[in-house]
């Protein structure tokens, strides 16, 4: 069988368009295709290989449950699960876990679970979410519907309803949608998708305090944010506002598919038995790696070392940037970067990933103006340095059409 790129177009569901690149190896922050063609990676699968390709801590982790326990039922517990949940209780202001398989399965666990604790306290009355234009949350109808951008929700008929959506970092704004009836609010303290926009200190704040005045509760969405990426083990941890709910993913599994959604017992008590549940959630193998990237992540030295890899990609990158004047804004926090196209490159963005990708480096996007970096946590310096040269040589192909 030849496996390559046009086979994806026979027989693949037709909704993605994936690069002619097939990666088929990777070892740290560097990837080789099919070809043998090497990669410096900045994209980390979407925010998702924390700790690079095939890390040894957790190729043990996954070799080691491999060899013990795949699977079971959640009409048994597991010993994975258990430790990782206690961690993730011991780190945050949570004191409950629900596993999941997604960032958009966590989601919708949050928001369910809001909605059952609202109609529970306060009655059917109290249903109302709001979120924020330009936020994502995932793509089942209920989170895709809540996310920030209505072309991704259009075309599938009805959708769930209650769901308004206001600018993000515009207090006054939220500030007169927000009432008694307002069940939930979900937001990322980092808009990633969007175009890597940081909420203000004060709207945070202010959204906090409304959300507390109202009996609404806060979920925040740190499924692109959580597990280091901006250099805190959780975003809200350096924004100093507290969520009721939050959920994480992505970096959680460091590249095995888990989701989470944490809490506390006061509003976890609501998903009472049968009420809500998954049947790969809280999987064995899935947990047992989660559980050795976060005790890797979750340490001061990596923690401390996201922020001075992030002040040299911001360094290097700014360099560049003053030598070709493409981007108006480089902005993000820790490993998590936007750099805005002038308005010379507007809707371009791609362009300057296309270019990357051919010099040999993986950037990403987010939306049509922002190119976006996401590496490892623990990219070292040498492949920083290694990666921005090749994307300099990519800006300057694009600068040069
Ligand atoms: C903030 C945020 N929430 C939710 C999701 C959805 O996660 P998943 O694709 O794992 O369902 C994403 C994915 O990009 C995300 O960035």
């Known amino acids: ?45 979407i925010a998702v290989n924390c700790l690079g390709h095939c890390h040894p801590a957790l190729v043990k982790a996954l070799k080691e449950q491999g060899e013990k326990i ?13 430790r990782l949940a206690k961690k993730l209780v011991d780190a945050t202001f949570a004191e409950k876990v629900y596993f999941a398989n997604s960032g958009a399965e966590a989601n919708e666990g949050a928001l369910k679970l809001a909605r059952r604790v609202a109609l529970e306290n306060f009655g059917e009355q109290k249903s109302q979410i709001i979120a924020f234009n330009k936020g994502f949350h995932g793509r089942t109808f209920f989170t895709v519907t809540v996310g920030g951008q209505a072309a991704y929700s259009d075309g599938f008929g009805p959708k769930p309803g209650d769901i308004v959506h206001c600018d993000f970092n515009d207090l006054d704004a939220f500030a007169a949608l927000i009432s008694d009836n307002t069940c939930a609010v979900m937001m990322e303290p980092l808009q990633g998708e969007g175009g890597i926009i940081s909420a203000t200190d004060e709207f ?20 692109q944010t959580g597990v280091g990426r901006t250099g805190e083990l959780y975003a809200y941890q350096g ?39 998954s049947t790969y959630g809280g999987n064995p193998l899935a947990c047992a790696v989660g559980e050795a990237a ?27 940037n003053d030598k070709h004047q493409v981007f108006s804004e480089i902005r993000g ?57 090749r994307f300099e040589k990519a800006v300057a192909k694009v600068v040069n059409g």
């Open 333 to 389: 926090q820790g490993l998590l970067i936007g750099a805005v196209v002038t308005e010379q490159f507007k809707g371009r963005a791609k362009e300057f990933l296309v270019a990357g990708t051919a010099e040999g480096v993986m950037s990403l996007v987010a939306g049509a103006d922002v190119v976006r970096f996401t590496p490892s946590l623990v990219i070292p310096e040498a492949d920083i340095r290694e990666g921005m040269a």
């Open 70 to 82: 795949w699977h079971v039922a959640n009409v048994m517990t597991n010993e994975p699960a258990l």
């Open 1 to 45: 069988m030849t496996v390559n790129r046009e086979l994806f177009d026979q027989v693949m569901v037709p909704n993605y368009a994936p690069s002619s690149v097939i990666p088929v190896r990777g070892e740290g922050s560097r990837v080789w295709d099919q070809q043998g063609r090497e990669y410096i990676d900045f994209a980390g699968g």
């Open 239 to 277: 924004l100093n506002v507290t969520p009721d709910i939050l959920t994480t993913a992505k970096a959680l599994g460091g590249g095995f598919p888990i989701g989470a959604m944490i809490t506390t017992t006061e509003i976890a008590k609501h998903l009472k038995v049968g009420t809500h549940g």
């Open 294 to 320: 976060f005790d890797t992540v979750n340490t001061p030295e990596v923690l401390a070392g996201v922020k001075a890899k992030a002040a040299l990609f911001n360094e290097l990158l700014t360099a560049i």
């Open 204 to 223: 945070a704040k202010g959204v906090r305090e409304l959300c507390t005045k109202h009996n609404a509760l806060l979920i925040f969405d740190e499924v």
